[in-house]
């Protein structure tokens, strides 16, 4: 028996969907809204923009050249770049022509791609420049169902290429081919967007994992337009308003946010190809609502924090102060509650002094809705934000359920939970504290993979989500743990390795941590250094070093990681603590293999690559 508000709600939704489909809704708001901007993208100091009506018109093109190339009803279009215009304009482009689309993380090696675009059977694939087809160069002999590979920057003259012959394309032969099909027949392009239907694969994603090869998701258009539909209304934003497109297409919340979500509300998307550029991006833009994976928003409070660090005493002070009160206030509105005069009065001071300065000098004069997920927000980051009177609130969700099942609103919100259940979404607690989800933004399973999918979706509907939880009183979800990477010591324990992970990870020095101590006696921790703040931090201590590498022995440095490690013990139980730690030379990224793309650890990597220093750990 389900929830009876969760299936009123979900009846609702599904009538307001019914039938509808990706491009249905771009032919509608192209319709309504010819000349409301679309997408842009950074051009010298400026930016060039297609409106929605000119964007369909290319999507409805690049379909006619999908097709002129064989594309059947049903089949891939692979997608290697970065966030584009054209990278949107493909995908949609792939769908229109009755295909579907799967964009590949960039960072997955040369094997993991060959077995993604093998999985999804992907025919065509379309890559950014030289550095997405060196990736592919080994691999294309592995793949003898790819008719084309179409690359978006031109190919200086190579010798790698000249074997490729008919196979390589550039995108504006593809283009010209494609204007040339839908001037020739405009009829069929239009066709074959409305034979799509609603329960026809849309996407194909593959999950980045922790270990062996990604599992394909197929989501179609009844399930996005499901996830959207629910999502807006959690948020609560309005219609027309600008955003930034960042965080790879690979990834889901990218995709619901940056992709689908726009045709609906109608927004201008703004592409920032390069995180190194998001800081001058959002203060152009200044956007509506913001996304970032709790990396995105540790590294942009230690960027703060060391700005601070710079300005006088008396001046630090007042930042002090003030964020003292934008952090009552924020608190004291959770769960709907109102702040006491006092608290709002202390708030609206320091605001107007201080905080909405600090907002709008960082981007987020407008931003209505601010949020993170993917993995868990470290405390000390949300309650840092929520001092300059930011809500940056969590969502959780997966690839796998299309995205977000549960979220916190900027009205409805509850510090250091996920959020309530989504309109329309069943969620529940398992006997072994599992959190399961049921509604029809959820996959229908794995691509060809009929065992993993039993593991994931029982015989009554619920996936499972692998990971272990609560749900308040009220209706918050709480995140423990992945269910499979809980650790039990030798004593029999439970302890989740995030928790203590995320107090380390408070300390501004530290920018990843992995806690170990499975059917050990005691917890060990593997640290590195912040390569953005370790540098300031020992320059404005007078320390001099060569290199990130020089800095993780400083004695100096070493003595400050040791305080942040004991001040994390003291908020932990005694089993819980972390009784010795090692300090590495280097960073952790998707590129190094100890994260996934979405900035998610790697256990089993971290583990085995340091095998030998979690053992010394044990042994000293």
């Given at each position: ?316 002070e007042k930042v002090r102060a003030a964020m003292a009160a934008g952090l009552a206030h924020v608190e004291a509105c959770q769960s709907g509650g109102t702040p006491s005069a006092e608290v709002a009065a202390a708030y609206e001071q320091a605001d107007a002094a201080l905080l909405s300065i600090i907002r709008a000098m960082i981007g987020f004069e407008n931003a209505l809705w601010l949020a993170s997920a993917a993995a868990p927000m470290p405390p000390e980051v949300q ?109 029999g324990e439970n302890i989740s390795p995030a928790n203590t992970e995320g107090l380390l990870k408070e300390h501004p020095l530290i920018g990843q941590a992995l806690t170990y101590g499975d059917r050990r006696p005691y917890c060990v921790a593997i640290l590195t250094l912040d390569g953005e703040v370790a540098p300031a931090w020992a320059t404005a201590r007078g320390i001099t070093f060569s290199s990130l590498a020089d800095l993780a022995g400083h004695p100096d440095v ?63």
């Open positions: 028996m389900g929830d009876p508000r969760a299936l009123a709600e979900r009846a609702e939704i599904e009538q307001e969907i019914a039938g509808h489909t990706i491009c249905e809704q771009l032919r509608r708001t192209a319709d309504r809204f010819p000349d409301a901007p679309a997408y842009s993208d950074r051009s010298g100091d400026g930016w060039t923009t297609l409106t929605y009506a000119q964007a369909r018109r290319r999507v409805l093109a690049i379909a006619s050249g999908f097709a002129a190339l064989g594309l059947g009803r049903g089949e891939a279009v692979a997608l290697m770049m970065v966030n584009r215009t054209e990278h949107v304009l493909a995908d949609l482009g792939a769908v229109h022509a009755g295909g579907l689309a799967c964009s590949i993380y960039a960072t997955f090696a040369s094997e993991q791609i060959a077995f993604a675009a093998r999985d999804v059977g992907a025919k065509i694939a379309v890559l950014g420049g030289a550095a997405e087809l060196a990736r592919w160069l080994p691999i294309l002999g592995e793949l003898p169902g790819l008719r084309k590979v179409i690359v978006l920057s031109p190919l200086a003259g190579d010798e790698r290429y000249a074997g490729l012959g008919d196979l390589l394309m550039s995108w504006d032969e593809f283009l010209a081919l494609g204007e040339r099909e839908l001037a020739a027949d405009p009829g069929a392009a239009e066709a074959r967007a409305a034979a799509v239907g609603a329960d026809d694969v849309l996407t194909v994603l593959y999950t980045s994992g922790t270990t062996g090869n990604p599992k394909g998701v197929p989501l179609t258009h009844a399930n996005i337009c499901f996830e959207v539909t629910t999502s807006v209304r959690l948020t609560g934003l309005p219609d027309h308003g600008s955003q930034i497109s960042y965080l790879t297409y690979a990834h889901i919340a990218e995709r619901v946010l940056s992709m689908y979500i726009p045709l609906f509300k109608v927004y201008h998307v703004h592409f920032c190809p390069d995180l190194a550029e998001l800081g001058t991006v959002l203060g152009q833009v200044k956007p509506l609502f913001f996304f970032g994976v709790p990396r995105v928003w540790e590294k942009m409070m230690a960027r703060l924090q060391a700005l601070l660090a710079t300005q006088p005493e008396e001046q630090q309650r840092f934000f929520a001092g300059l009177g930011m809500r940056v609130v969590d969502v959780y969700g997966m690839t796998e359920t299309s995205g977000a099942f549960t979220g916190n609103s900027t009205e409805d919100y509850k510090l250091g939970t996920v959020g309530r259940r989504l309109p329309g979404v069943e969620v529940r607690i398992a006997e072994d504290g599992e959190i399961l989800t049921r509604s029809p933004a959820n996959t229908a399973g794995y691509l060809g993979r009929p065992e993993a999918t039993a593991d994931l979706i029982d015989g009554d509907g619920w996936l499972h989500t692998g990971d272990v939880g609560s749900i308040d009183e009220d209706g918050y979800v709480r995140i423990v743990d992945r269910k499979k990477e809980l650790i039990i010591t030798a004593g070493l003595k400050e990681v040791e305080a942040a490690v004991a001040a994390a013990n003291d908020r932990l139980a005694r089993v819980q603590q972390v009784k010795r730690w090692r300090l590495l030379p280097v960073e952790w990224t998707a590129e190094s293999a100890e994260l996934t793309p979405s900035l998610k650890l790697k256990r089993r990597v971290v583990h085995a690559r340091y095998a030998d220093i979690i053992e010394e750990m044990y042994q000293s």
